[in-house]
């Protein structure tokens, strides 16, 4: 899971920089620039992405041992 979770960040810190869209002056839905349209939806799959990352990879064993409920 580990190894999952460092390759989808990588691919994502290099579909951050979207420089296939930096020359694009279209509009999507008639109004919102390509490249705000498609940070927009970067940062809700970012979003998604680092729920899942908490989801997983949260160490509950180590919240419940700072919190002194571990036996």
């Not at 420089?19 to 490249?35: M, T």
Request: aromatic letters at 18%.
């Amino acid at each position: 899971m580990k190894f999952l979770i460092i390759a989808i960040f990588i691919i994502l810190a290099v579909l951050h920089q979207d420089f296939w869209n930096w020359d694009n002056a279209n509009n999507v839905l008639g109004f919102i620039p390509v490249g705000l349209a498609y940070h927009a939806g970067y940062s809700i799959v970012a979003a998604l992405f680092w729920a899942f990352v908490i989801k997983v990879a949260w160490p509950t064993k180590l919240e419940r041992w700072a919190d002194g409920e571990d036996d």
